[in-house]
């Protein structure tokens, strides 16, 4: 693959959803001398499905991908394990392998949405984690001391709080950064969250006598309730959400990110979203532009034709209160296939609705206060504001 040297698309791959770029006039430099770079992304399976909030780095690959660049994606199935507490201000559990097997499942396909598949070296880390003895992890853990570990600002907030910090967290950046010695990265990137363990890859290749890696760090995107964007949360827009659910969980959104998402979850042009953003300066309905930013984000995982449809879905459902004629049809087990087509993200998401009155029979005021197991014909359900399904017997 040829690979360009574009000035412009240099620049706008240095600064769209971007944060901070580290070791920048050196990338700078080699993205201009035509040398094809290894770009590497990890992600932990934590999750079966991957949300708009690990789309950012996602699109930010595929401008890479775009110039001619080698994308390496690493599947985190070891580290998945492990745990990575880099966002987190308890400690997070460790997930069975079984799980983190389950969740990798579909990875692929939806990474598919955004990359060209064919052209990206998959990885998985339990080829290079695994293997390691005590002395080889002794040997990495050498370049680091305990008060570059206790100095994050999260784990001193629960140091600090009198909060329970497990040796095990403190070896993950160990792990994402011998990720980079193992794939030979060129450059790396990952969240704002994630800093430290993209520079400890950095610190691992010297140890190695490798190039440090160059770093790019995206911003964080809020999820539907205006908190940091979190399988664990629940306020995810997950690809494999059906593409009414989609529309209308983008819907369900607050104003104040339209921008936002416009700069960093879509490719749009910088000039159309300057536009918009001036439109809603000079009084605008938020709401109008919000569709546009809906149907964008619905045609880009789903097409064309299914954005339409969920637009005027939306459109019959909550403009005009009519149930929509195409929603997902769901077969038993209910709950284990709502989640696996995306409609809820969690168990624990739904038990939330239903203690809040929020799953009811569809042409009803009835509230279910227990999903069922069984129906003895067909039942459409609301499921919070937006999302309505149809159980079958």
């Not at 570990?149 to 040796?167: H, Q, T, W």
């Not at 610190?203 to 908190?227: A, H, M, W, Y």
């Amino acid at each position: 693959m040829n690979v360009s040297t574009d000035e412009q698309k240099i620049q706008e791959l240095l600064s769209r959803g971007v944060e901070e770029v580290i070791h920048k006039e050196y990338l700078e430099r080699r993205l201009r001398s035509g040398e094809q770079l290894r770009i590497k992304l990890g992600i932990d399976p934590t999750s079966p499905n991957i949300h708009l909030g690990r789309t950012v780095p996602l699109l930010k690959l595929r401008d890479f991908q775009n110039l001619g660049h080698k994308i390496v994606f690493i599947v985190g199935d070891f580290t998945g394990v492990i745990g990575d507490t880099s966002d987190k201000d308890s400690e997070r559990p460790m997930l069975s392998e079984e799980a983190v097997e389950e969740n990798k499942k579909t990875y692929f396909a939806q990474v598919a949405k955004i990359l060209d598949i064919d052209e990206v070296e998959f990885r998985y880390n339990t080829e290079w984690l695994g293997p390691l003895t005590y002395k080889e992890i002794a040997l990495h853990a050498d370049a680091f001391s305990i008060s570059d570990f206790i100095a994050r600002d999260n784990i001193k907030r629960r140091l600090d709080a009198g909060k329970r910090v497990s040796l095990r967290e403190v070896l993950y950046p160990l792990m994402q950064g011998y990720d980079s010695v193992a794939i030979r990265a060129d450059v790396e990137i990952g969240g704002t969250d994630q800093r430290f363990n993209l520079l400890a890859g950095r610190v691992l290749q010297e140890k190695f006598g490798q190039e440090p890696q160059s770093i790019l760090t995206n911003p964080l995107i809020n999820g539907t309730d205006g908190r940091k964007m979190s399988s664990s949360w629940g306020n995810t827009i997950t690809l494999a959400m059906e593409s009414v659910d989609m529309y209308g969980k983008v819907m369900s959104m607050a104003d104040s990110e339209l921008i936002t998402y416009f700069t960093i979850c879509t490719r749009i042009p910088s000039t159309e979203i300057s536009e918009m953003e001036l439109a809603l300066q000079n009084g605008a309905n938020p709401r109008d532009i919000k569709m546009k930013l809906a149907h964008e984000i619905v045609r880009m995982y789903h097409g064309d034709e299914q954005a339409t449809k969920a637009e005027s879905a939306f459109i019959e459902t909550f403009q005009k209160g009519h149930i929509p004629e195409d929603i997902p049809e769901i077969a038993a087990p209910y709950v284990e296939n709502l989640i696996r087509h995306g409609i809820i993200p969690s168990k624990t998401e739904l038990r939330r609705l239903l203690e809040a009155g929020g799953v009811r029979e569809a042409d009803t005021e009835f509230k279910l206060a227990d999903f069922p197991q069984t129906v003895p014909e067909p039942l459409i359900l609301k499921i919070g504001k937006r999302r309505f399904v149809k159980l079958l017997p």
